[in-house]
């Protein structure tokens, strides 16, 4: 069975850094896109990004509202993901889940996407 | 980017029921779609991909429909355990974006 493990989440001031990291069991992660999602207290889900597998090429992308200011890694070797948070706002604030993301055949030429397995999810909250 | 919404925003409803969640996307997205579902303080579940194709492990019971910016989770007979808030999701291109939610209650 595959599970996810986020780890990192607390409490940092606005302007401050906080860096998640996610560990799969049960899983290779070096073959797995990975993702990012957010949601806020009492709100719906809010995806953040993603992070290809090596090779596909191991490139990112990223919700508007975060481009820029975070970044996500992946370090195969110790099968981890990680989401770097720099400059960070109130608006932030949300419980901060990995999941894998994975790849079906839709039919009509291009692939289709779903998050499959989600972890737990790590808190993390922006205050002064 | 693309918009997701649901309608409706809440849903009170009887065990044995059969309810039925829209989604509508702000543009084509062919057969893209998800659905989710989440019970208080656990992370979602993927139900549905594709529009239409049940995860497997998923119960019968529910099952979706729809292509284009029309879509539809329908649950034939509802469940106790299905009292929770489902979201659909768009996988036709990044950003991804969700559904507000629609939140299924016990009447």
């Known amino acids: 069975e595959v599970q996810l493990v986020e780890s990192g989440g607390g409490l940092v001031k606005p302007g401050g850094s906080l860096r998640l990291s996610c560990t799969p069991s049960?899983?290779?992660?070096?073959?797995?896109?990975m993702s990012w999602v957010r949601q806020t207290p009492g709100k719906g889900l809010e995806w953040v990004g993603r992070?290809?597998?090596?090779?596909?090429?191991?490139?990112?992308d990223y919700a508007a509202a975060v481009k820029g200011r975070f970044g996500i890694s992946r370090d195969d070797s110790r099968n981890t993901l990680c989401l770097q948070m720099n400059s960070l706002k109130t608006e932030d604030t949300a419980v901060y889940y990995c999941?894998?993301?994975?790849?079906?055949?839709?039919?009509?030429?291009?692939?289709?996407?779903?998050?499959?397995?989600w972890g737990k999810g790590t808190t993390v909250t922006v205050s002064s | 980017d693309i918009q997701m919404t649901q309608s409706p925003s809440s849903l009170s409803a009887s065990v044995g029921d059969r309810v039925t969640i829209s989604c509508r996307a702000s543009?084509?997205?062919?057969?893209?779609l998800n659905w989710y579902q989440q019970e208080p303080g656990k992370a979602p579940m993927l139900l549905i991909y594709?529009?239409?194709s049940l995860r497997s492990g998923v119960p019968s019971r529910f099952s979706g429909s729809g292509s284009g910016t029309d879509f539809t989770l329908t649950i034939s007979s509802l469940q106790p355990e299905d009292f929770a808030t489902y979201y659909c999701?768009?996988?036709?291109?990044?950003?991804?974006?969700f559904g507000q939610g629609t939140k299924l209650e016990i009447k």
């Open positions: 999941t894998t993301e994975m790849e079906y055949y839709s039919g009509s030429g291009s692939p289709g996407y779903y998050m499959d397995v």
């Open positions: 594709r529009a239409s």
């Open positions: 049960g899983v290779t992660m070096s073959y797995v896109w």
């Open positions: 992070i290809k597998s090596k090779s596909d090429g191991g490139t990112t």
């Open positions: 543009q084509s997205i062919s057969s893209f």
């Open positions: 999701q768009q996988s036709l291109s990044t950003p991804y974006s």
